[in-house]
């Protein structure tokens, strides 16, 4: 049977795990004796502004002290795990001592504290688990020790106030957004021991002003530097195979060392993929050449200059996003090659006022056309053989969606459910 306090805080039977702690306190001193903080708080809050642990504590449970009101705290020496979410959402922590004692810290640990400021990781800790520290938006500085190997995904994600970290070359893994957001940081140094840079690691870091890719780095991830607003020009060394699509920001002068990839009238281009990566400059015309076979994921995103573009029959392959945000795209011809008009394709171009698919196309994909609000009317063929959830959503201007004659059935049973209502009356035959 439980035992409750005076203070109406519940502890186990052996008095080992103090299991829940009375809301309404706002301080707290621990009994001696007990080994494991497991008040389960991820979905409640509690007013404890001040807690004292006994050096009886070795475990802070999963989301054990999470959502309180805690100002500081001091975890005593015999710690050595800190859980899931531990510490999440204590919007008054300022400060935070994690002792040599420790050797685990979950995800999410001290996620969401927002007046935290500074922290202390200790040689002990050997990985940074994802989202440790997402949304510490008064973080300012951290030091990683070195015996840190990995930095999970996230970890820093949205600390909008941290301005410098040091990473020490003892870390082999950086993790995809572990810096997102980081908007003061001003720069940072890619140790030789990391491979690869991963999807979003520095998305948004709009103060970063210099970035050295180290020549161990194989691949650089999807928007691994989007919107780095700051960063003027960047060297990619030889040693990169692979470059996701959006992975630097619009104006950015891009020096590439590698055979493989060159940089042509401001696109970026795999010559082995025969794949354009991206562009690099907001144009209001771009002719894409006719070496080109793969136009990549987000290529033109929110490309608002873009209107007018000349694709070659070359292109079999337009990918996820390519034109996204195109907001003065007026018009455009899809190569016969294509078969796949990809998920959000043309998603947001609000200018777009007519398009014809070739009859080589057998598919449209989610949100393919959505957004596009001036769309009047578009050409589908027989050749189509699935059209998948909001392809058309929030077209408002779309009148008429020309189908081959006799073929007006078909099409209203390859229409998503969702859309079945609103797109059935625009169907219309040819002739």
Not at 156 to 171: E, K, R
Not at 205 to 231: H, K, N, T
């Amino acid at each position: 049977m439980n035992i409750t306090d005076e203070y109406g805080c519940v502890y186990s039977s052996d008095g080992k795990l103090l299991l829940e702690i009375n809301e309404q306190l706002e301080t707290y001193t621990i009994k001696q004796g007990t080994e494991a903080i497991c008040f389960y708080s991820e979905y409640r809050e509690s007013d404890l502004q001040s807690i004292v642990i006994p050096d009886s504590v070795t475990h802070i449970e999963d989301w054990g002290l999470a959502r309180t009101m805690l100002e500081s705290i001091v975890i005593p020496d015999s710690v050595h795990y800190i859980g899931i979410g531990a510490f999440y959402n204590c919007p008054q922590l300022q400060t935070i001592v994690i002792p040599g004692s420790v050797t685990y810290v979950g995800p999410c640990a001290f996620a969401l504290c927002v007046s935290l400021q500074t922290v202390v990781i200790p040689n002990s800790i050997t990985y940074i688990a994802y989202e440790t520290f997402e949304g510490c938006s008064s973080l300012q500085s951290i030091v990683i020790p070195d015996s840190v190997t990995e930095i999970g995904n996230h970890v820093f994600d949205g600390c909008s106030s941290l301005q410098s970290v040091a990473i020490p070359y003892s870390v082999a893994e950086i993790g995809a957004g572990a810096f997102k957001g980081c908007s003061l940081l001003q720069s940072v140094a890619i140790p030789y021991s990391v491979t690869e840079i991963e999807d979003g690691t520095f998305e948004g870091c709009s103060s970063l002003q210099s970035m050295v890719i180290p020549d161990s780095v194989a691949r650089i991830g999807e928007r691994a530097f989007y919107g780095c607003s700051s960063l003027q020009s960047i060297v990619i060394p030889d040693s990169v195979k692979e470059i996701g699509g959006q992975a630097f920001p619009l104006g950015i002068e891009v020096i590439s060392k590698s055979d493989r990839y060159v940089v042509e009238d401001d696109l970026l281009i795999d010559r082995e993929e025969k794949r354009l990566v991206q562009t690099l400059k907001d144009k209001e015309c771009i002719n894409i050449p006719n070496s080109i076979t793969i136009i990549g994921n987000g290529t033109f995103k929110d490309c608002s200059l873009l209107h007018s573009i000349v694709m070659p029959n070359s292109v079999t392959e337009i990918g996820a996003g390519a034109f996204k945000g195109c907001s003065l795209l007026q018009s455009i011809v899809i190569p016969n090659s294509v078969t796949t008009i990809e998920s959000g394709t043309f998603l947001g171009c609000s200018s777009l006022q007519g398009i014809v698919i070739p009859n080589s196309v057998t598919e449209i994909r989610e949100c393919a056309f959505s957004g596009c609000s001036s769309l009047q009317s578009i050409v589908i063929p027989y050749s189509v053989t699935a059209i998948k959830w909001r392809a058309f959503e929030d077209c408002s201007s779309l009148q008429s969606i020309i189908i081959p004659k006799g073929k007006k059935e078909y099409f209203e049973q390859l229409l998503d459910a969702a859309d079945y209502e609103y797109l059935k009356e625009k169907l219309r035959e040819e002739g």
